[in-house]
């Protein structure tokens, strides 16, 4: 493919607008009808046809829609992207349910079945994986995001990109760089980071990213350290084109260009495209500086010609490799649609992720639950098939499964169940609450499904209460006060702050919104079909106040060590709050009971270039099958930098029969133990550490192991 000749051929028009992208919807609008004036997003119509990329748009009809118009150009056919965020029409769980599986091989599956779904509807891209670190739940995003750990959002967002290539489409890695953390939480905030803290963990996960060769990164709305991240040279051009090398599409979020006006940046839309298209952001999208703008500038030398022949030939390229050129809807396809879409094969992954995903927060001996128990359904997402959560993409809600439809499917009896409230978070009408609590009275065991209702997290969607809506609260004191058993299954999100509600429950299994198989997989949990094995991957706070929390964080020079309301005074600590989460990172119950003894080191001093072996018994103590996440952190003990007090550096999930044991290994080598030292260089420092396995971030066996020069 000659790119440069036709690039020659191309006007300096036709590149801006090969530059741009536009929603899809006014490509369809605008199929059959007369193409002049200005199409809804402002693109002249008469230019429509040259436009490089359209994001979002319903499957085959649309796709075909867009490829047959007749004023879109057929010899370099438009790219197709669009939002396969967790699924396709086959929706899985939120990613933040997906990392909390701690499988890296399901991971990926989920990935591949979006992106085969999504291919046969004529999707060529797809805006994921979403690899933001995030800490603070009052962000409404965190649910996109695999959570608070930067190590696994990196290996997370590597199986991702492994199952979109594998699944046909290419990918986007976003938001770039550190749009998760939005001051107080609220989206689109300021972001304001070191240096060192950017490296060490705000980067790590999209630079991990890029190692699997993903087609395109997404720059992000946020201004971190004064500079709108659309005109952040230092990150853009220095970092990502010159020390990574990334020679891939680099794409802006939507309007992101334009934003920069609104960040007192840039004075108007013209200085918005002249500082992207400097900074080589490939394709804006939907904000037209590039379609306005770009000539004007490249004829008044501001923006060189060279530079925008490069951006235009990445965009030629990504084309290329997906075989545009030679069809450009190879991929859509009726009957692949028929075969894949919603197929049993990606139902049943879907169930698989919901089932790992979901965390088993809590259980005095109730569950599982016995196959006769007399058990009702109260609150609002007992019937509910809004289970889809935030990137619901093509999925419908009529493919998806109740708690109420799994249950009953699984046990074969049918089961009373009364909605009481909506989940909203301002829910008002309490009409429902008598009936829930008749209805209550009748059975043994109350199962109550609640949460945060689907829409009530996401983009844009932040909030500064992160506890259980008020009257989701109410009907649980007035369940509790019939005596009854009750099991709490929770859909959410992000983490809730859950310290009022935890003491009027027997269990709390908690399951973010877990897709269309989502019924069918707490229906699973809560019965003792499949044993819960989820972990959490973002610490859920005791209230608000305590946000941002996250475990991989520093000491204080006046550390609080016994976590308790005692007077500790000019100690770090709140007066009126313990500092530690109600839940940590990696943390998640079973129905049988893990013991993980005997930590070794295979010896506890090593050389620089040697490596150690760091050992332990997992052994399963009780009476069923159960599969649990093994944890290896690290503490370098002192350090040119200080280094936090645990950081994840490696994971193995187990399954073990009853009874039975296995021995579980770490290598630790210089590269565990190194970082982003004071002069900047990634090494490891030689001197102590602690050496921590887990089954969850806070209960940890310890030992110590010292790093040394090598001998002369
Ligand atoms: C979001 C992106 C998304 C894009 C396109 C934006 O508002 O921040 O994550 O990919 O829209 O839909």
Same mark, same amino acid.
């Given at each position: 493919?000659?790119?440069?000749?036709?690039?020659?051929?191309?006007?300096?028009?036709?590149?801006?607008?090969?530059?741009?992208?536009?929603?899809?919807?006014?490509?369809?609008?605008?199929?059959?009808?007369?193409?002049?004036?200005?199409?809804?997003?402002?693109?002249?119509?008469?230019?429509?046809?040259?436009?490089?990329?359209?994001?979002?748009?319903?499957?085959?009809?649309?796709?075909?829609?867009?490829?047959?118009?007749?004023?879109?150009?057929?010899?370099?056919?438009?790219?197709?992207?669009?939002?396969?965020?967790?699924?396709?029409?086959? +929706?899985?769980?939120?990613?933040?349910?997906?990392?909390?599986?701690?499988?890296?091989?399901?991971?990926?599956?989920?990935?591949?079945?979006?992106?085969?779904?999504?291919?046969?509807?004529?999707?060529?891209?797809?805006?994921?994986?979403?690899?933001?670190?995030?800490?603070?739940?009052?962000?409404?995003?965190?649910?996109?995001?695999?959570?608070?750990?930067?190590?696994?959002?990196?290996?997370?967002?590597?199986?991702?990109?492994?199952?979109?290539?594998?699944?046909?489409?290419?990918?986007?890695?976003?938001?770039?760089?550190?749009?998760?953390?939005?001051?107080?939480?609220?989206?689109?905030?300021?972001?304001?980071?070191?240096?060192?803290?950017?490296?060490?963990?705000?980067?790590?996960?999209?630079?991990?990213?890029?190692?699997?060769?993903?087609?395109?990164?997404?720059?992000?709305?946020?201004?971190?350290?004064?500079?709108?991240?659309?005109?952040?040279?230092?990150?853009?051009?220095?970092?990502?084109?010159?020390?990574?090398?990334?020679?891939?599409?680099?794409?802006?979020?939507?309007?992101?260009?334009?934003?920069?006006?609104?960040?007192?940046?840039?004075?108007?839309?013209?200085?918005?495209?002249?500082?992207?298209?400097?900074?080589?952001?490939?394709?804006?999208?939907?904000?037209?500086?590039?379609?306005?703008?770009?000539?004007?500038?490249?004829?008044?030398?501001?923006?060189?010609?060279?530079?925008?022949?490069?951006?235009?030939?990445?965009?030629?390229?990504?084309?290329?490799?997906?075989?545009?050129?030679?069809?450009?809807?190879?991929?859509?396809?009726?009957?692949?649609?028929?075969?894949?879409?919603?197929?049993?094969?990606?139902?049943?992954?879907?169930?698989?992720?919901?089932?790992?995903?979901?965390?088993?927060?809590?259980?005095?001996?109730?569950?599982?639950?016995?196959?006769?128990?007399?058990?009702?359904?109260?609150?609002?997402?007992?019937?509910?098939?809004?289970?889809?959560?935030?990137?619901?993409?093509?999925?419908?809600?009529?493919?998806?499964?109740?708690?109420?439809?799994?249950?009953?499917?699984?046990?074969?009896?049918?089961?009373?169940?009364?909605?009481?409230?909506?989940?909203?978070?301002?829910?008002?009408?309490?009409?429902?609450?008598?009936?829930?609590?008749?209805?209550?009275?009748?059975?043994?065991?109350?199962?109550?499904?609640?949460?945060?209702?689907?829409?009530?997290?996401?983009?844009?969607?932040?909030?500064?209460?992160?506890?259980?809506?008020?009257?989701? +609260?109410?009907?649980?004191?007035?369940?509790?006060?019939?005596?009854?058993?009750?099991?709490?299954?929770?859909?959410?999100?992000?983490?809730?702050?859950?310290?009022?509600?935890?003491?009027?429950?027997?269990?709390?299994?908690?399951?973010?919104?877990?897709?269309?198989?989502?019924?069918?997989?707490?229906?699973?949990?809560?019965?003792?079909?499949?044993?819960?094995?989820?972990?959490?991957?973002?610490?859920?706070?005791?209230?608000?106040?305590?946000?941002?929390?996250?475990?991989?964080?520093?000491?204080?020079?006046?550390?609080?060590?016994?976590?308790?309301?005692?007077?500790?005074?000019?100690?770090?600590?709140?007066?009126?709050?313990?500092?530690?989460?109600?839940?940590?990172?990696?943390?998640?119950?079973?129905?049988?009971?893990?013991?993980?003894?005997?930590?070794?080191?295979?010896?506890?001093?090593?050389?620089?270039?040697?490596?150690?072996?760091?050992?332990?018994?997992?052994?399963?103590?009780?009476?069923?099958?159960?599969?649990?996440? +093994?944890?290896?952190?690290?503490?370098?003990?002192?350090?040119?930098?200080?280094?936090?007090?645990?950081?994840?550096?490696?994971?193995?999930?187990?399954?073990?029969?009853?009874?039975?044991?296995?021995?579980?290994?770490?290598?630790?080598?210089?590269?565990?133990?190194?970082?982003?030292?004071?002069?900047?260089?990634?090494?490891?420092?030689?001197?102590?550490?602690?050496?921590?396995?887990?089954?969850?971030?806070?209960? +940890?066996?310890?030992?110590?192991?010292?790093?040394?020069?090598?001998?002369?």
């Amino acid at each position: 493919m000659d790119y440069k000749k036709i690039i020659a051929n191309m006007t300096l028009e036709e590149k801006a607008l090969e530059l741009s992208q536009v929603a899809a919807a006014d490509i369809i609008q605008d199929a059959d009808a007369v193409v002049t004036g200005i199409s809804h997003s402002g693109v002249p119509r008469e230019q429509l046809g040259e436009i490089g990329s359209v994001l979002n748009f319903s499957g085959i009809e649309a796709a075909k829609k867009i490829r047959s118009a007749p004023f879109v150009k057929k010899d370099n056919p438009l790219l197709l992207m669009q939002d396969v965020v967790h699924g396709y029409k086959t +929706v899985y769980p939120l990613n933040i349910a997906i990392g909390g599986t701690f499988d890296l091989e399901l991971a990926e599956a989920c990935a591949e079945m979006s992106a085969i779904e999504a291919k046969a509807n004529g999707v060529n891209v797809t805006f994921a994986p979403m690899v933001d670190l995030v800490r603070d739940a009052r962000w409404g995003r965190v649910n996109e995001s695999t959570g608070e750990d930067p190590y696994l959002n990196g290996l997370m967002g590597r199986a991702s990109v492994r199952g979109y290539h594998k699944g046909g489409i290419a990918c986007c890695v976003k938001h770039f760089a550190a749009y998760g953390a939005a001051e107080s939480g609220r989206d689109y905030n300021t972001t304001d980071i070191s240096d060192h803290a950017l490296k060490e963990y705000y980067l790590k996960s999209y630079l991990e990213c890029l190692k699997e060769n993903p087609e395109m990164v997404m720059t992000s709305f946020n201004l971190l350290n004064g500079i709108p991240m659309n005109g952040h040279t230092e990150l853009l051009v220095d970092l990502l084109r010159g020390q990574e090398k990334f020679d891939g599409v680099v794409i802006s979020d939507y309007g992101g260009i334009s934003e920069m006006i609104a960040h007192g940046y840039a004075e108007d839309l013209k200085e918005c495209a002249r500082i992207a298209a400097n900074n080589e952001i490939d394709i804006d999208m939907c904000s037209l500086a590039y379609a306005k703008y770009l000539p004007e500038l490249v004829r008044e030398g501001k923006v060189s010609e060279e530079k925008v022949n490069r951006m235009v030939e990445r965009v030629l390229r990504l084309k290329d490799k997906l075989g545009l050129y030679e069809n450009a809807s190879a991929g859509i396809s009726e009957e692949r649609d028929k075969t894949y879409c919603l197929s049993r094969e990606a139902r049943e992954i879907a169930r698989r992720a919901a089932e790992d995903g979901s965390v088993l927060l809590e259980n005095n001996g109730i569950l599982p639950l016995k196959k006769d128990a007399n058990v009702c359904l109260i609150g609002p997402y007992a019937e509910s098939r809004e289970l889809m959560g935030e990137w619901a993409c093509l999925g419908k809600t009529e493919n998806v499964v109740s708690v109420k439809k799994g249950i009953e499917k699984l046990t074969g009896k049918s089961v009373p169940s009364v909605a009481a409230c909506s989940a909203q978070w301002n829910a008002a009408d309490e009409s429902g609450l008598a009936e829930a609590l008749r209805v209550a009275e009748k059975s043994e065991i109350i199962i109550v499904c609640m949460g945060e209702y689907c829409k009530e997290s996401g983009e844009s969607h932040s909030r500064s209460n992160i506890e259980l809506a008020a009257l989701q +609260v109410k009907l649980l004191h007035k369940l509790k006060e019939t005596g009854k058993k009750i099991v709490l299954v929770l859909f959410a999100g992000r983490p809730l702050a859950l310290t009022e509600v935890v003491p009027l429950v027997d269990a709390v299994l908690f399951c973010w919104h877990p897709g269309i198989e989502g019924g069918n997989a707490v229906a699973n949990l809560l019965y003792g079909t499949v044993n819960p094995n989820g972990k959490i991957t973002m610490s859920f706070p005791r209230s608000v106040g305590q946000c941002p929390v996250y475990y991989n964080c520093f000491s204080t020079g006046r550390p609080k060590h016994n976590d308790t309301y005692e007077n500790a005074c000019f100690t770090s600590r709140y007066i009126d709050e313990l500092n530690a989460p109600l839940y940590p990172f990696g943390y998640g119950l079973s129905y049988t009971k893990f013991e993980l003894k005997d930590m070794r080191l295979s010896v506890s001093t090593m050389r620089r270039g040697e490596s150690v072996t760091v050992s332990a018994t997992l052994k399963n103590i009780g009476n069923r099958a159960g599969r649990e996440v +093994v944890q290896l952190y690290i503490r370098d003990k002192f350090g040119s930098c200080a280094r936090p007090v645990k950081e994840l550096k490696g994971f193995c999930k187990i399954a073990l029969a009853a009874g039975e044991q296995t021995q579980v290994r770490f290598k630790i080598s210089e590269e565990t133990l190194a970082y982003f030292t004071a002069s900047g260089e990634y090494k490891a420092e030689t001197g102590d550490f602690e050496v921590m396995l887990g089954t969850n971030s806070r209960d +940890v066996l310890k030992t110590d192991l010292r790093l040394l020069d090598r001998e002369l």
